[in-house]
């Protein structure tokens, strides 16, 4: 963990918060770490500031706001896709059990300790397992994959998708395969959401991503990685 957060001082966190705030202790906590942390106070003073700025990480107090924070987050998200996002939640307005906007969601009440915790792996300078694949390099624990001098954040499921590509890769991975052990279910009566998901990856992974080269679909079967 001490490691992980040595490099506090050159990490810029946006923070997003409403007129109530969650925890008073969050931000000076942040900033005792020695954290660069810049504090907004609406979803339009947010995606003004990640335009503008270039931060390492947003934490979204959804909580504060008084919502479940789903559309700041997405705004957040199709405005600078990459960018890392921690989402702070109300217990009394849960999130929608197909929410993926977000890399990490803390429920409330939790402790600052919990808050650096789930920070450290969002952090630029977190060394991670690796995985390669030609070009493609995914960092498990930092939730990155970096093709190139591109490099993008991808949620905990496109993680884990782009992980079972890259055991795979080559070889065609069946859809029903990749719904199942990706959303960790047996029901595949509709799979159209991994269809979004693989569209996500190859925002990340590909030059052009409606002509992909990496992530080929593989029609009435699945998808297979080529390198």
């Known amino acids: 963990m001490a490691r992980k957060l040595s490099q506090a001082s050159k990490t810029k966190i946006l923070w997003v918060e409403g ?23 609406s979803g339009k003073d947010a995606l003004e500031s990640v335009s503008e700025a270039k931060h390492d990480l947003v934490i979204l107090d959804a909580a504060s706001m008084r919502t479940n924070g789903r559309r700041i987050c997405t705004s957040i998200r199709n405005r600078v896709n990459g960018m890392p996002i921690l989402l702070i939640s109300d217990p009394n307005r849960p999130l929608e059990p197909d929410f993926e906007c977000a890399n990490e969601v803390l429920v409330l009440p939790f402790t600052q300790r919990k808050l ?80 979004v998901h693989i569209s996500w990856l190859r925002n990340a992974i590909e030059k052009d991503p409606k002509k992909p080269k990496l992530l080929v679909t593989v029609r009435g079967v699945g998808y297979r990685l080529d390198i």
């Open 116 to 195: 650096l915790n789930r920070i450290a792996p969002l952090l630029p300078t977190a060394e991670g397992r690796l995985l390669k694949a030609g070009p493609i390099e995914l960092d498990q624990d930092s939730h990155a994959v970096k093709v190139g001098t591109k490099k993008t954040v991808l949620t905990p499921r496109l993680v884990k998708l782009l992980q079972l590509l890259i055991e795979s890769k080559g070889e065609v991975v069946e859809r029903n395969t990749l719904f199942k052990k990706a959303w960790k279910t047996n029901y595949t009566g509709d799979t159209r959401t991994l269809d």
């Open 19 to 41: 007129r109530w705030v969650s925890n008073g202790e969050f931000v000076p906590a942040l900033l005792k770490k020695g954290f660069q942390v810049q504090r907004v106070s």
